[in-house]
Structures are given as structure tokens and as C-alpha cells.
């Protein structure tokens, strides 16, 4: 069994956030993100992006590590923008775990860590939101067990604006809990 420790990310985490990130997202975008993209230049898109949220941390955000407890490496990471929109509440704008350690209960604790923050830090209630892609059923059902259900669909935005990361014109569902406070107690 994997012993975790769980931390806010800082500065110097970015590569390792960007790395796993870049991974999860060749893993699981195939089909709505070009390929030229997912193994091109996804790493370094995903670097940039983790470098400046990393490197002054918002105050309305916050970026949640599992790290294995003895050798410290990154296990996933769970990203949340709180107060993100009136009606919804705080994003999840990222929750990724590594490959070979899904279904291992790691993203559950991720999640739970993410509703915890959104208890403390958000202003405006309890509600969480996040977007997964409609193509990602296996996301979906996860996120559906944990209390989550869809309430809309939109376009996926393109990674970078760049519509040519896109293949096509994939769709992505909103899925909602009410009240994080909920998850944060399982």
C-alpha cells in the first residue's frame, strides 16, 4: 500500500505538475486533442502554464500534491480556483493522478483535499464544478460515484486558445456538487 503525504504545490513543483499533467492528458484527450499537439509540444505548453501558476500562487487558488511519504514523488494533483462562478461555485480545474496508480483511492483523497479547501476559502458557498470531456466516460463514472452529476454541456476551450490543438469541435459536460462540504467528510 502507498503511503501519502499530502501539500500545497509551490514554485518549484511546476515541472513535475507539468509532466504528469502533459502524461494524463496523452493518455486521455487522444480523439478531442490533436495528436500533432499531444506529442508535440504538450509538455511545454503544460510547463509554461505550471511555472506562472506556481510561481505566484493566486489567493483565490490553490494547487493540492500527493506525494509518496517516503521517496516524495508526485503521485497527482488536484488544482481548484475558488469562487469561480456565481452560479456553480469553485472550479476544479485539474485533477490528475499518475497512470499507474489509478484506482488506487488517490484521486478520491485528492477530491475530498480539494472540497476541504473549497469549505475554507470559498466566499460565496460550496458548490464545485469541473469540466471533463464528454469522450471520457471512465472520468465521468468516477466523478459521478464520488456525488457529482452533469448539468451542462459546452466546447472544449483549446489549450493556449489555439484551436488547432483541437480535433474538431469536442464537447465537454459540466459535473456539479451542491455542497463540497459533503465530499471534503468522505
Same mark, same amino acid.
Given at each position: ?40 509540444? $504538450? ?7 505550471? =511555472?506562472?501558476?506556481? +510561481?505566484?500562487? #493566486? !489567493?483565490? /487558488? &490553490? ?68 469540466? $471533463? ?7 465521468? =463514472?468516477?466523478?459521478? +460515484?464520488?456525488? #457529482? !452529476?452533469? /448539468? &451542462? ?34
Amino acid at each position: 500500500m502507498t503511503v501519502l503525504r499530502f501539500r500545497c504545490a509551490g514554485p518549484d513543483d511546476a515541472d513535475q505538475v507539468a509532466l504528469l499533467h502533459a502524461d494524463s492528458w496523452r493518455r486521455h484527450y487522444r480523439g478531442a486533442y490533436a495528436d500533432s499537439f499531444l506529442d508535440g509540444d $504538450v509538455v511545454a505548453d503544460r510547463r509554461a502554464v505550471w =511555472q506562472a501558476r506556481l +510561481a505566484t500562487p #493566486a !489567493a483565490k /487558488a &490553490e494547487t493540492i500534491l500527493a506525494e509518496h511519504q517516503h521517496d516524495g514523488r508526485l503521485l497527482g494533483f488536484i488544482h481548484v480556483a475558488f469562487d469561480e462562478d456565481p452560479r456553480w461555485g469553485s472550479l476544479v480545474d485539474n485533477l490528475h493522478v499518475s497512470h499507474e496508480l489509478r484506482r488506487a483511492g488517490i484521486g478520491t483523497r485528492l477530491l475530498a483535499h480539494g472540497a476541504g479547501a473549497v469549505t475554507r476559502r470559498a466566499t460565496t458557498g460550496t458548490g464545485m464544478y469541473l469540466w $471533463v470531456l464528454q469522450q471520457n466516460t471512465e472520468a465521468q =463514472q468516477f466523478y459521478r +460515484a464520488r456525488g #457529482a !452529476a452533469p /448539468a &451542462e454541456s459546452a466546447a472544449v476551450t483549446p489549450p493556449g486558445g489555439d484551436p488547432a490543438r483541437l480535433n474538431g469541435t469536442p464537447r465537454s459536460l459540466r459535473m456539479v456538487w451542491p455542497d463540497a462540504s459533503l465530499l471534503a467528510r468522505s
